[in-house]
């Protein structure tokens, strides 16, 4: 039961992280992609309608965290304290930037939203990643399940290596992403931005395999020991050549779902590598928090999934509609 | 401020204030804008129904009033999108150990209000705001009604989750955590159903009065009169059904619920330090915890006993029956609260039972005094709302879940989150939520400034230039 939550959870995440991280991408680059201030206002009407809901997947996964893995989410949220409240504050910043700019015709007022909206974008992508590095490497818990690190502490070298990650590949995603939705010159040079990052994201993907099996062998074992596991990685690779195909081919629709399906197959790589374990515990201490000593009781797991499905699939009705209406009509011929 | 319990209250008690001032607005306003869209949309001259009997005049100022406070509503609405997200995020940094308490029980109804409120109002306001042109006028009105749903479930998931941390039903114990036994039991908790209708009449509440306050503005101003008259007459009456509705049945089935179900906040409420039969209805007095009385009262004798029990002669408990450690840590504050939002909800029921008699006797769109009553009394809506939550959540100490968990011990521990660590985000919050606040009343006040758009092109503006106009009488 807690591993059928552990699995749903991870879904939910993976869909976070595709579907922001294309909005939160694109906002990294919004300064160097947008030249003026009609460029930047063009590359904000394409995810304009979108993003909000893009966001409740963060807030819906945190929500599903909570019910199914009560003591991880206490225990990961108050341990990472700074990382997290950092996050609060870049996402208020950011969500208020996008959605206030228009508000007043002042351009001072634009630029400022602009730039808050750009630096908040790129700050969350990369401590994302600080943070989805600090489990994956594994937290100092302690007997009661608690553990504390300090602002220091969470940068860690591979923490930080991670962040690195998080920014190239959700930048990445956000000029595939621009490349296909916005048009005139932002779209060509967030073609050309693509295709350079599709190379910083490949070293990184090739190289970030040493450093984690430095700090936690596991990731690797795990996928060798279960080889069905391997799948996951498989889809990351193969998703990678197809954009690079897709990317010299001009083939927009196709390279942004491949940059999407990249980042289904690392998230769920990691997913794969970590489980059985939710929150690992780091050097070797006995406490990890596992889907077992981690998760709620049975009775409300499963009472959860009578209406998980219910929930996720009008949820993903909601999004095709909206999605569909929204993209159907190429963007810059839209009535003003 | 040496312990991380206080601060970590304060942290609490600063991010929810200030996140409910915005749902208080969205989810009143949500109300009337589905309204608004739906006389615009389903209104004809040969309805039977007789609310939905408009001209089409009519039906274009529902249109433009729809328009004009959803613009409003978007921006309370990124506010309050904003504002939320840290609490939510605060059970888990802040309140780490109440987390792992009760997370089996209320991780639920969290959860829920992610996947089936969040969604539902996120994308619909996306189609909402693109605009009739674009999505076309049936979808428009959908979409609006679809956005009132999504505020209002996920109040519904709110005061649910509250609701467990002031009545705990439905849970079993195993060993230091409680899990959710029965998700029925969770959604039909007796305390649920009063406290949210009580809650959303109050929200909805503030929503009628700032639709007064708007339209009595304008209208002071000699500007978009036809705007104005609509919004003051649906404002008006809407307020004065709310405020009956307020008093009986939800407030006096709230109270009776905390009189069943927690006598100590009961007995806080009230002042009643001593248990008595026949007991009077304080209408004025200062608790006094020291003595254990309350002092320079003015009474009513046997209400209080009539007003919970239906019996005249009926024993109220009082603070005596209960131990000085299950006390709410402060009976003044409990008892303030009360009486600040009982009182505003007196005088707010009284502004707009005159309003309607104005209204009725065609009086009130010339009555300067009564518009001027009006435009000032909504932020009092807003006060009584906080008032309420306040009794809620400072008369349930001192337990964060009722009888189950105290909140001294809900606190994230000190190890992982030391008291000068959550000053240090405290003050962080405080900071930023000043700037928010300013930001926020500026933009609402250029909304207001730029006024609803002027009657669409098939039905001729009836008004002349009235910037110029407003200029000359002033």
Redesign the interface.
């Known amino acids: 039961m807690a591993t059928a939550w552990f699995i749903l959870l991870a879904a939910m995440v993976t869909a976070y992280v595709v579907l922001d991280g294309f909005d939160l991408g694109a906002g990294a680059l919004h300064l160097l992609i947008g030249r003026d201030e009609r460029e930047r206002e063009g590359l904000t009407e394409t995810y304009g309608?979108?993003w909000?809901?893009n966001?409740?997947w963060l807030?819906?996964?945190?929500?599903?965290l909570?019910?199914?893995f009560?003591?991880a989410?206490?225990?990961?949220?108050?341990?990472l304290?700074?990382g997290?409240?950092l996050?609060?504050?870049l996402?208020?910043g950011r969500?208020?930037a996008l959605?206030?700019r228009h508000?007043?015709d002042n351009p001072l007022w634009r630029s400022a939203c602009d730039v808050v909206f750009c630096l908040s974008s790129a700050v969350l992508a990369f401590v994302l990643g600080v943070a989805l590095g600090n489990v994956v490497r594994g937290v100092p818990l302690g007997a009661?399940?608690?553990?504390?690190l300090s602002l220091f502490g969470l940068l860690n070298w591979y923490a930080l290596l991670v962040g690195v990650v998080g920014l190239v590949v959700l930048c990445a995603h956000g000029a595939n992403f621009l490349a296909l939705r916005a048009s005139g010159e932002p779209a060509a040079r967030a073609r050309r931005w693509a295709r350079r990052l599709w190379w910083v994201e490949a070293a990184l993907f090739v190289g970030m395999i040493g450093p984690t099996y430095a700090v936690r062998d596991e990731m690797l074992t795990n996928l060798g020991d279960h080889p069905w596991r391997l799948v996951f990685p498989l889809v990351a690779v193969v998703a990678l050549v197809a954009l690079l195909v897709y990317q010299r081919r001009e083939r927009l629709g196709h390279a942004f779902t491949s940059s999407a399906l990249f980042i289904v197959g690392l998230v769920t790589t990691m997913a794969a590598g970590i489980y059985p374990n939710v929150l690992p515990a780091h050097d070797d201490r006995p406490f990890s928090l596992t889907v077992d000593n981690a998760a709620?009781?049975d009775?409300?797991l499963r009472?959860?999934l009578?209406?998980?499905p219910v929930?996720?699939a009008?949820?993903v009705g909601?999004?095709i509609?909206?999605y569909r209406?929204?993209f159907r009509e190429p963007s810059g011929e839209r009535?003003p | 401020l040496s312990s991380n319990v206080t601060v970590d209250r304060l942290q609490f008690t600063l991010t929810v204030t200030f996140h409910y001032l915005f749902p208080i607005l969205t989810m009143g306003l949500g109300l009337f804008i589905a309204w608004l869209k739906t006389v615009s949309y389903l209104g004809r001259e040969d309805r039977r129904f007789p609310l939905l009997r408009k001209t089409p005049a009519e039906r274009a100022v529902h249109e433009s009033s729809a328009r004009f406070w959803m613009r409003i509503f978007a921006v309370t609405f990124a506010f309050g999108v904003v504002t939320g997200i840290p609490l939510e995020f605060q059970f888990g940094t802040n309140w780490a150990r109440f987390s792992t308490f009760a997370g089996g029980v209320i991780g639920q109804t969290l959860a829920l209000e992610g996947v089936f409120a969040f969604f539902l109002e996120s994308a619909f306001l996306g189609i909402f705001l693109a605009g009739a042109q674009r999505v076309g006028a049936r979808l428009h009105w959908l979409s609006a009604l679809a956005v009132f749903a999504g505020a209002w479930l996920s109040g519904f998931f709110i005061i649910a989750t509250n609701a467990w941390m002031q009545h705990p039903v439905g849970y079993e114990r195993s060993g230091d955590k409680v899990q959710l036994r029965s998700f029925g039991d969770l959604l039909t908790n007796d305390w649920l159903a009063w406290q949210y209708l009580h809650n959303m009449g109050g929200a909805a509440t503030t929503g009628a009065f700032v639709l007064a306050a708007m339209g009595a503005y304008y209208l002071l101003n000699g500007r978009h009169v036809r705007f104005a008259r609509t919004s003051l007459s649906i404002g008006v009456v809407a307020a004065l059904v709310l405020c009956l509705l307020q008093i009986f049945p939800t407030g006096d089935g709230q109270a009776k619920n905390v009189a069943d179900h927690q006598p100590s906040t009961f007995a806080a409420m009230e002042g009643v330090f001593r248990s008595e039969k026949a007991a009077p209805l304080v209408i004025i007095g200062n608790p006094n915890t020291e003595k254990r009385k309350l002092e320079s009262t003015i009474e009513l004798p046997d209400a209080l006993s009539f007003l919970t029990y239906k019996r005249w002669k009926a024993k109220v408990r009082g603070l005596n029956t209960i131990a000085e450690r299950d006390w709410p840590s402060s009976v003044p504050l409990v008892y303030y609260s009360y009486r600040i939002m009982v009182g505003l909800g007196t005088i707010l029921l009284l502004i707009a039972g005159l309003a309607v008699f104005l209204l009725w006797r065609r009086k009130l769109f010339e009555s300067r005094r009564m518009l001027w009553a009006l435009m000032l009394s909504f932020p009092f809506t807003y006060i009584a709302n906080i008032a309420g939550w306040t009794v809620a959540e400072a008369g349930r100490q001192p337990w964060t879940v009722f009888g189950l968990q105290r909140t001294a011990d809900a606190a994230s521990p000190s190890s992982s989150v030391p008291a000068g660590t959550a000053i240090f985000t405290l003050l962080g919050f405080a900071g930023l939520y000043l700037l928010l606040g300013i930001l926020y009343l500026l933009l609402i006040a250029r909304i207001v400034n730029r006024g609803p758009e002027e009657e669409p092109a098939e039905a001729p503006a009836d008004e002349p230039d009235p910037e110029p106009a407003a200029a000359a009488t002033s």
């Open positions: 309608p979108v909000n809901g966001e409740v807030i819906a996964s945190g929500g599903v909570f019910m199914a009560p003591k989410y206490s225990s990961a949220f108050s341990g304290y700074f997290l409240i996050v609060l504050w996402l208020i969500g208020l959605e206030l508000q007043l009661d399940g608690f553990f504390h709620a009781g009775d409300a009472i959860a009578y209406w998980w929930g996720i009008l949820a909601y999004f509609y909206a209406l929204f009535a």
